[in-house]
């Protein structure tokens, strides 16, 4: 069933980013060939009368495609996708980004409605932990670590991670007034979990509050509207920010290729995260309505979604050949030149760029079996 889930996860992140560049090419007055969700061999397709595009089902639910006139190279049609305007083309290769933003952001935001969410706000302290040794006290709220702002629960934990036990200057602000604390965090280790490495954590419980349609045994603030739907972008800009940080990590060689992972992988975190949701379930039987169970899954699920749509919008920007953002790059030398590089070398370009990608992917996925394992 978790494959099942992971694939229509993967398939609807990809077709929602195939939709975006297919609205722009329309509006743009660009003509779409096809729109196909999946892969493979047809086994359904229609021909709209007002526009001409196939729209298809393939076998392989993998994924989607959006197939324009012109698109890899010279074709004598006004409506090909490169006979038009830089701006159009721009406005096209970025609209399948743009859609993968909106869905990570309403999916993020519809979720908090129905969970809780952690606050960047102290709740309680133990004896003993660095956070109480630095002078931190209930109900203060950390608003930057080392200069870079705290927005969300998730920016303090990515902090704390990539500081790495360092000292680090907490800033928080306490009944208006703010105040600069030193925090050198503790590597706790979990003795449940064998070869667990530890995290460093400062040692507080957060602050929680509900969204307006959780449920609330424990009588916690709800959180309102505006507050919700803000921690939702406030969650968009946290994965598309730590993306960005991954691909720098790995570029200059802080992180290595094992970190990484592919379909395989991807399908692997979604199986496990789906057994843990389900085991949580099964352990609360007798505790929670069949319905309960099912709509935690189902965030748990939709959660993943977020995050991996997020992912996918920065990857395409990349300036890698047969990737959106090396399709925009060969926009902007035009734009710079005053004159388009050659079709046919760029086609080339993207077409060996494609091959590359999919050996790398094939290396990844390699990779990703080898740690299943």
């Known amino acids: 069933m978790s494959i099942v889930i992971a694939l229509l996860i993967f398939t609807a992140i990809v077709v929602i980013h195939e939709w975006g560049h297919y609205m722009a090419a329309r509006k743009t007055g660009v003509c779409v060939e096809e729109f196909a969700v999946g892969m493979g061999p047809k086994i359904w ?74 606050e960047p706000v102290v709740g309680g302290l133990m004896d003993g932990v660095p956070a109480q040794e630095a002078g931190l006290l209930p109900g203060d709220r950390i608003v930057k670590i080392d200069g870079t702002r705290i927005n969300i629960y998730e920016d303090l934990q990515f902090a704390t991670y990539e500081g790495d036990g360092k000292p680090m200057e907490i800033t928080v602000v306490r009944d208006g007034v703010t105040y600069v604390k030193s925090v050198t965090p503790k590597l706790y280790v979990d003795p449940t979990v064998p070869d667990d490495p530890g995290t460093y954590k400062i040692g507080f419980t957060a602050v929680a509050k509900v969204g307006l349609f959780a449920p609330n045994p424990n009588n916690l603030p709800r959180a309102g ?25 790995l570029v200059t060689g802080k992180s290595n290729i094992n970190q990484m992972s592919g379909i395989i992988g991807i399908v692997g975190v979604i199986h496990q995260g789906y057994d843990s949701q389900v085991q949580y379930a099964e352990d609360l039987t007798n505790h929670v309505s069949t319905g309960a169970m099912v ?14 749509s997020a992912n996918l919008a920065v990857i395409n920007l990349l300036p890698l050949p047969a990737l959106d953002g090396g399709r925009l790059v060969f926009v902007l030398i035009e734009a710079i030149a005053r004159k388009p590089v050659p079709r046919e070398k760029e086609g080339m370009v993207h077409l060996v760029g494609f091959v590359l990608l999919m050996v790398f992917a094939v290396f990844i996925a390699y990779h990703d079996v080898l740690k299943l394992l």
């Not at 397709?45 to 007002?50: L, S």
């Not at 899954?297 to 991996?308: E, K, R, T």
Request: aromatic residues 12%.
């Open 45 to 118: 397709g229609v021909t709209g009368k007002k526009t001409g595009t196939l729209y298809s089902i393939r076998l392989l639910p993998i994924g989607g495609y959006c197939k324009m006139v012109g698109e890899d190279g010279n074709v004598e049609d006004e409506h090909g996708f490169n006979n038009k305007p830089k701006w159009a083309r721009a406005i096209i290769l970025f609209a399948g980004v743009v859609m993968n933003v909106l869905l990570a952001f309403v999916v993020f935001a519809g979720v908090n409605f129905f969970t809780s969410m952690s």
């Open 225 to 249: 509207v505006l507050e919700t739907v803000r921690d939702g972008a406030y969650q968009i800009i946290f994965y598309i920010k730590s993306t960005f940080i991954g691909v720098e990590q």
């Open 295 to 308: 709509g935690g899954i189902a965030i748990s699920m939709l959660q993943f979604m977020a995050i991996l």
